[in-house]
Antibody, heavy 129, light 107 residues
Framework: QVQLVESGGGVVQPGRSLRLSCAAS????????VHWVRQAPGKGLEWVAI????????YYAESVKGRFTISRDNSKNTLYLQMNSLKTEDTAVYYC??????????????????????WGQGTLVTVSS | AIQLTQSPSSLSASIGDRVTITCRAS??????FAWYQQRPGKGPQLLIY???YLESGVPSRFSASGSGTDFTLTISSLQPEDFATYYC?????????FGGGTKVEIK
């Protein structure tokens, strides 16, 4: 079955770095865009980043732009999130999710974004001194 | 960024109740809209995509409607496993944005 498994979370001091991984299985990983979404303790969902199926395009939330880098290795069916210059406000559970495209039925044009049809269980990142 | 205002933020209901959650977008997003369920300690699960299409495997007691700026998720007869938090999401344009969530609790 379709599965996404995140790893790499932990406790890190402010200003330090951490790399998250997301291992995909049960589908053709190289055919889909994939996202990172995070959830601070007791809070709602915040989209973080997306990478296209072939890694030629990336897009980031303003809150992480310039500090986080999303990447993928399609030969290993794995997604990554390199997080640098971490701040206390980056503390959250980080989820990877598979993106699905859709179209405006009235115009026939594709929407710019994606809905997320498969999510991992998440990995907790705690930024604290 | 497109903002989504979800209401209510929480509600209490009994088994068998009909429950409705609404979400309003800050601009017209056509049908680029999804609903998710999140149980405690778990990742979100897709319920509805394209505003009204039921994801495979999701029980038929879940339904949704809307287009443009106003969207609704309905659970026709609340079951014990439906007590969770529900989120709306727009994918009309980047960045993807989510509503603040609705926590459905047992009365």
């Amino acid at each position: 079955q379709v599965q996404l498994v995140e790893s790499g979370g932990g406790v890190v001091q402010p200003g330090r770095s951490l790399r998250l991984s997301c291992a995909a299985s049960g589908f053709t990983f190289s055919s889909y865009p994939v996202h990172w979404v995070r959830q601070a303790p007791g809070k709602g969902l915040e989209w973080v980043a997306i990478i296209s199926y072939d890694a030629t395009n990336e897009y980031y939330a303003e809150s992480v732009k310039g500090r986080f880098t999303i990447s993928r290795d399609n030969s290993k069916n794995t997604l990554y999130l390199q997080m640098n210059s971490l701040k206390t406000e980056d503390t959250a559970v980080y989820y990877c999710a598979r993106g699905q495209a859709s179209y405006d039925f009235l115009t026939g044009y594709p929407f710019s974004g994606y809905y997320l049809d498969c999510w991992g269980q998440g990995t907790l990142v705690t930024v604290s001194s | 960024a497109i903002q989504l205002t979800q209401s209510p933020s929480s509600l209490s209901a009994s088994i068998g109740d009909r429950v409705t959650i609404t979400c309003r977008a800050s601009q017209d997003i056509s049908s680029a809209f999804a609903w998710y369920q999140q149980r405690p300690g778990k990742g979100p699960q897709l319920l509805i995509y394209d505003a009204s299409y039921l994801e495979s495997g999701v029980p038929s007691r879940f339904s949704a409607s809307g287009s443009g700026t106003d969207f609704t998720l309905t659970i026709s007869s609340l079951q014990p496993e439906d007590f969770a938090t529900y989120y709306c999401q727009q994918f009309h344009s980047n960045p993807l944005t989510f509503g603040g969530g609705t926590k459905v609790e047992i009365k």
